[in-house]
């Protein structure tokens, strides 16, 4: 039967803003207070599916959630009607409301860990919400995120939904940003690489001094246990912390795998050398070759790599076998990084073409081309199961082209969100867009 890795990318909301939330996020924390584009930013975000469906990927789109999150804002005690409670916190506590517009959940990579059919003990793909549980204004995703990959994957013959582990520190779980999948291929039993920042119970693991380790070894082993997942398929390795401390907030800031090839720095992680012997390893006993693409540091420097973006880039298999890689146009704008991998694709190894895009939008906000999608392998009937309304068309295009066209401002700054008015656009664009996705009800103004 025929596989595919079919790419879900986030759809960029009408909130998007620099609200300098994300510590430990370069990006973010520098472009604070910015002026932002949605409309821009959710057209970019559009551009680069289609041109990935048009070269012949399976695309898929995932909704952007409601904001601002008034509900959020009731549960820290403001109150009075929709736009009454948007005004107080605009007096009283304008962080906690730009926290609640974060149109963050466009990162749809920490959107949820995925294990294919193939790899999990029921042979049913399998889904884990993560509980962003080191940004508040991540951690309100979940619910609406849960809700909406149901909409998606609804079918229970073939898909299984976990809600999002514990929301404490000790299980921060942050998605699919800290796992990646080998194998020979997609619809085969393959090799779930988990990367973890710190242990939450086992002082032996070092941690970073400076910058927040977002994910903990103890959410990737109960995210594992969930799916399913056996003990041989399965590796765990450990973020190098400093480089943590130097921005890469998530693994997939400073590695990216696909198939059988694992493309990082040099500095990416703690005992390398013994975690490539273990993927090799891992992936020979279900039939497949593991390669490793090693980025030394006198070629790129961790600095280069979190202002470019470069690993944050989507390593896509072709029919050929060789892989392309998607990368933002930071990537050219960087001397080194064009060069390297100018060398890259001229060496006869297995990366043969570059494809550079404009996400600038989301970039300034630490979220490049792997941030944007979230990856689930299926095989030809679990495709056919997916919810039709949200695998990427001309047509379907077309229509969320003229959507965020009539929807969208082209400006934001924080004034923008303490406008009520704000509040009823987005509700009326988000309606109309579950109409189009065919989702159903699934944002909290359509439930409660
Ligand atoms: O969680 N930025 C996101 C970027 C996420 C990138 N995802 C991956 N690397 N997979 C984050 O830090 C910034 C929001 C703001 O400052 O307005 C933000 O949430």
Same mark, same amino acid.
């Given at each position: 039967?025929?596989?595919?890795?079919?790419?879900?990318?986030?759809?960029?909301?009408?909130?998007?803003?620099?609200?300098?939330?994300?510590?430990?996020? &370069?990006?973010?924390?520098?472009?604070?207070? @910015?002026?932002?584009?949605?409309?821009? /930013? $959710? %057209?970019?975000?559009? !551009?680069?599916?289609?041109?990935?469906?048009?070269?012949?990927?399976?695309?898929?789109?995932?909704?952007?959630?409601?904001?601002?999150?008034?509900?959020?804002?009731?549960?820290?005690?403001?109150?009075?009607?929709?736009?009454?409670?948007?005004?107080?916190?605009?007096?009283?506590?304008?962080?906690?409301?730009?926290?609640?517009?974060?149109?963050?959940?466009?990162?749809?990579?920490?959107?949820?860990?995925?294990?294919?059919?193939?790899?999990?003990?029921?042979?049913?793909?399998?889904?884990?919400?993560?509980?962003?549980?080191?940004?508040?204004?991540?951690?309100?995703?979940?619910?609406?995120?849960?809700? &909406?990959?149901?909409?998606?994957?609804?079918? @229970?013959?073939?898909?299984?939904?976990? /809600? $999002? %582990?514990?929301?404490? !520190?000790?299980?921060?779980?942050?998605?699919?940003?800290?796992?990646?999948?080998?194998?020979?291929?997609?619809?085969?039993?393959?090799?779930?690489?988990?990367?973890?920042?710190?242990?939450?119970?086992?002082?032996?693991?070092?941690?970073?001094?400076?910058?927040?380790?977002?994910?903990?070894?103890?959410?990737?082993?109960?995210?594992?246990?969930?799916?399913?997942?056996?003990?041989?398929?399965?590796?765990?390795?450990?973020?190098?912390?400093?480089?943590?401390?130097?921005?890469?907030?998530?693994?997939?800031?400073?590695?990216?795998?696909?198939?059988?090839?694992?493309?990082?720095?040099?500095?990416?992680?703690?005992?390398?050398?013994?975690?490539?012997?273990?993927?090799?390893?891992?992936?020979?006993?279900?039939?497949?070759?593991?390669?490793?693409?090693?980025?030394?540091?006198?070629?790129?420097?961790?600095?280069?790599?979190?202002?470019?973006?470069?690993?944050?880039?989507?390593?896509?298999?072709?029919?050929?076998?060789?892989?392309?890689?998607?990368?933002?146009?930071?990537?050219?704008?960087?001397?080194?990084?064009?060069?390297?991998?100018?060398?890259?694709?001229?060496?006869?190894?297995?990366?043969?073409?570059?494809?550079?895009?404009?996400?600038?939008?989301?970039?300034?906000?630490?979220?490049?081309?792997?941030?944007?999608?979230?990856?689930?392998?299926?095989?030809?009937?679990?495709?056919?199961?997916?919810?039709?309304?949200?695998?990427?068309?001309?047509?379907?295009?077309?229509?969320?082209?003229?959507?965020?066209?009539?929807?969208?401002?082209?400006?934001?700054?924080?004034?923008?969100?303490?406008?009520?008015?704000?509040?009823?656009?987005?509700?009326?664009?988000?309606?109309?867009?579950?109409?189009?996705?065919?989702?159903?009800?699934?944002?909290?103004?359509?439930?409660?």
């Amino acid at each position: 039967m025929k596989s595919y890795e079919v790419n879900f990318d986030g759809l960029v909301g009408p909130t998007h803003n620099y609200g300098g939330l994300s510590y430990g996020n &370069v990006a973010s924390q520098s472009n604070s207070q @910015q002026c932002s584009n949605p409309k821009e /930013a $959710a %057209l970019q975000g559009l !551009a680069k599916m289609k041109a990935l469906m048009d070269m012949g990927f399976q695309q898929g789109v995932l909704a952007p959630q409601e904001r601002p999150d008034v509900a959020a804002l009731r549960r820290l005690g403001f109150a009075g009607s929709d736009a009454q409670v948007i005004q107080q916190a605009a007096k009283e506590a304008m962080p906690l409301l730009v926290a609640s517009c974060s149109a963050s959940s466009m990162w749809v990579a920490n959107a949820a860990t995925v294990s294919p059919s193939a790899d999990t003990a029921d042979g049913r793909v399998h889904f884990t919400a993560a509980n962003l549980n080191c940004k508040y204004h991540r951690s309100i995703e979940h619910p609406t995120t849960s809700r &909406v990959l149901g909409a998606m994957f609804a079918n @229970q013959q073939h898909f299984a939904h976990h /809600a $999002a %582990l514990p929301a404490v !520190a000790q299980f921060g779980d942050e998605g699919a940003a800290n796992h990646t999948r080998f194998c020979r291929a997609y619809g085969e039993a393959g090799v779930e690489f988990f990367v973890f920042g710190r242990s939450a119970f086992d002082s032996r693991f070092p941690s970073p001094q400076k910058y927040p380790a977002r994910q903990t070894l103890e959410a990737s082993r109960a995210v594992a246990r969930l799916h399913g997942l056996s003990e041989e398929g399965v590796v765990y390795a450990q973020q190098n912390p400093a480089v943590i401390d130097q921005g890469v907030f998530h693994n997939d800031v400073i590695a990216v795998g696909n198939g059988e090839v694992l493309f990082y720095h040099e500095d990416a992680f703690l005992e390398t050398e013994k975690m490539l012997a273990e993927l090799s390893d891992k992936l020979a006993k279900v039939g497949g070759k593991f390669q490793s693409v090693c980025v030394p540091r006198s070629a790129v420097t961790v600095d280069d790599a979190v202002r470019s973006y470069l690993f944050n880039s989507q390593l896509l298999s072709r029919a050929d076998g060789s892989m392309l890689l998607i990368v933002p146009e930071e990537c050219r704008g960087n001397e080194r990084v064009w060069q390297y991998l100018q060398g890259l694709t001229s060496s006869g190894g297995v990366i043969r073409e570059v494809k550079v895009f404009d996400l600038k939008q989301s970039m300034q906000n630490g979220g490049g081309p792997a941030c944007l999608r979230l990856r689930v392998a299926l095989n030809e009937t679990e495709l056919a199961a997916v919810n039709p309304g949200v695998i990427m068309t001309a047509p379907l295009y077309d229509s969320l082209t003229q959507w965020v066209e009539t929807h969208y401002r082209d400006r934001m700054t924080e004034n923008d969100l303490a406008d009520p008015q704000l509040l009823l656009e987005c509700r009326s664009a988000l309606d109309e867009l579950t109409q189009i996705l065919k989702l159903g009800s699934v944002y909290p103004f359509q439930i409660n």
